[in-house]
T-cell receptor
């Protein structure tokens, strides 16, 4: 079945640094990738939608200059958290629509210290 | 009011019990998803359905389009079923997530 590989699974970084999260579709082409964020004990919140070859669409309240999304190929979408701060500590997860529904990456637990 | 409401928020069951988690939605949907989130955070898509009923192993998902309601049933529950179960409604490519049901199955 369709698989989305997400890396890293956990990352700890210092405040002010940038972190890149990758999502790769392994056996299908993902023309669209959804990026979600989940704070503790809260539901998933859509941050942005990336489309291969075009600019990402950001949800209201999500800073596009802080959360850089690149979807340069049909199998890779990346989310870069720039100048990370402790309040960016969260669980980030990607999802891509496939033939049989949506496939989720395994998520990235980001901790900014 | 959330577009997707789930109940209960928390559920504790004895191993072997039959479990039901409910989901009501207020938007017009193209599909309803049931997701399982493991304690480590990873999410697995359990079902995507737009009508009727689907079964996979001990899991059964039903949906009533007229009543805008879906249920997830787990038969013969097991401690490894302990997870957060999330209901999500999609309208095309827009997702609306429920807040999740935290299930703990006690041996």
């Amino acid at each position: 079945g369709a698989v989305v590989s997400q890396h890293p699974s956990r990352v700890i970084c210092k405040s002010g640094t940038s972190v890149k999260i990758e999502c790769r579709s392994l056996d299908f082409q993902a023309t669209t990738m959804f990026w979600y964020r989940q704070f503790p004990k809260q539901s998933l919140m859509l941050m942005a939608t990336s489309n291969e070859g075009s600019k990402a669409t950001y949800e209201q309240g999500v800073e596009k200059d802080k959360f850089l999304i690149n979807h340069a190929s049909l199998t890779l979408s990346t989310l870069t958290v720039t100048s990370a701060h402790p309040e960016d500590s969260s669980f980030y997860i990607c999802s891509a629509p496939g033939i049989n529904g949506y496939t989720f990456g395994s998520g990235t637990r980001l901790t900014v210290v | 009011k959330n577009e997707v409401e789930q109940s209960p928020q928390n559920l504790t069951a004895q191993e072997g019990e039959f479990i039901t988690i409910n989901c009501s939605y207020s938007v017009g949907i193209s599909a309803l998803h049931w997701l399982q989130q493991h304690p480590g955070g990873g999410i697995v898509s359990l079902f995507m359905l737009s009508s009727g009923k689907k079964k996979h192993g001990r899991l059964i998902a039903t949906i009533n389009i007229q009543e805008k309601h879906s249920s997830l049933h787990i038969t013969a529950s097991h401690p490894r079923d302990s997870a957060v179960y999330i209901c999500a409604a999609t309208t095309g490519n827009q997702f609306y997530f429920g807040t999740g049901t935290s299930l703990t199955v006690i041996p």
